[in-house]
């Protein structure tokens, strides 16, 4: 499992996400090709997701109504942040793991952002490397077979 | 009264089950919870559609949907399995089916999209199932709610109920995946009534609850079953401030956490208290006069039987 990020380094995000100097580059609702000097990961995540993460403007909605936040090291619109600044600390967040793709921030973005792929995406970044994030041994005695078919899905390779 | 609303696709069949005539029939996908965890909502199901004059004609050979549905752009072998079930659909001579299961209808429903809105996808798909015949396209995909309001309808549904849910207080529980993403929902995403209009036909009144549209954590009651007990607490909870007699749902994962977590959290077993989580087909065949044994409510954790029979005594 993937290691919390420590207080400290998060609010130092949080206040580059609020003040930032560099609005977002584009505000377009369909998916873009970003420059090359962005780094590698974040490009796989558009790819993957087939969103487009400057698209978000930090308003905060996704992160007013997720319900799964108790759960989370960063808010869904930090996560997007720290994606837009190409800040690798992101790749290293519990929080697309606590994600149960509900859409309740799919349905609510203002722009248009489907933000349940761009969790999924960060999910794939790992899974597609054999990590996992289902610890078999800690599996709840009697949960139904629907909810590990859709735990397995989600969380292993 | 005969239903005039009735598509060309609908088609006569008898049924031998029951006094009530049959006089139509639709394809019907179970999936797996309704073989094996939720039993009673298949049962209650059936039985209710039947007073209705339908049968659920269940889909041949069908395999699991997948539960979830993928959120990549490069994940076609997720798509494999509904399309698999769309193609049983067709050689029904059907064009259409209905899910009972929130989260079979959302992912079914949801690759049908997929599939339909690029001809190269579906035809990698069929190249791939070379043991199969192509889908051809064009199955909808339908929640059996959806298929009460809009093609048995309301009225029809009231003018049938034999015993009237008079004072009973009903929390609908929608949870996500009937109402997400908005292309595929039933109804409005953040302020749905198709649960509380069928409550209300039914005699019922429909408690509002503040949380009947968020998530209760789903497959995370596998890797992080805390959360969902939060989530829990919190839904019933508003619930319970409202005194409602039930709550009711069209998913078998939101029964299931709804039910367990209520009982981790008063750590109780096959307890009166709490409040039972029931399927909307429970609560419509209960309304439509169907014997108690026929709607599975003895499956429950949390017995509803109380809060029903105090309707029968009144």
Redesign the interface.
Known sequence: MVERIDGDALRVIRDAGMGSANPPSCVTRHPLRISSGEPDFVRRVE????EAVFACYQCGKCSAGC??T??MDLLPAEVMRLLQLGDERVLKSVSP??C?????C???CPKGV?I??V???LR?LDLRKGET???WRE??P??????????T???TP | MPNEAVPKSAKASASPQTSHITRYAVPYFP???LK??AVGFERSARAALLRLGWELKELPRWN?C?????????DLM?HVAPVRNFIRVQEMGEERFVAL?A?CYNTLKRSARFVAADLGRLSRINAFMDEEPDYRGGVEVLHLLQFLRDEIGFEEIESRVEKPLYGLKVAPYYG?ML????EVGIDH??APETMELLFEHLGAEAVNSPHK???C???????????VR??VREIVGAVARRDADLIVTSC??CT?NLE?HQLSITGEEKTRHGIPILYFTQLLGFALGVPEGELGLGGAAIDPRPALSQLVGG
């Open positions: 790819e993957l997701s087939g319900t799964f108790s759960g793991w606590v149960a793709s509900c859409l309740a799919e349905v609510r489907d349940a792929k969790m999924e995406a794939l994030g289902l610890r599996i709840p009697g949960v139904p077979q629907i909810a590990l078919v859709g735990a899905r989600k969380l | 999936g797996c919870a094996d965890q699991c997948g539960t979830v549905y993928s959120l990549s752009t490069d997720r299961c989260m996500c109402l997400r993403p908005r995403p953040d549209v968020e998530c954590g789903a497959y995370q009651t596998v890797a992080n079953p805390g959360v939060e989530r078998p994962l299931y367990r």
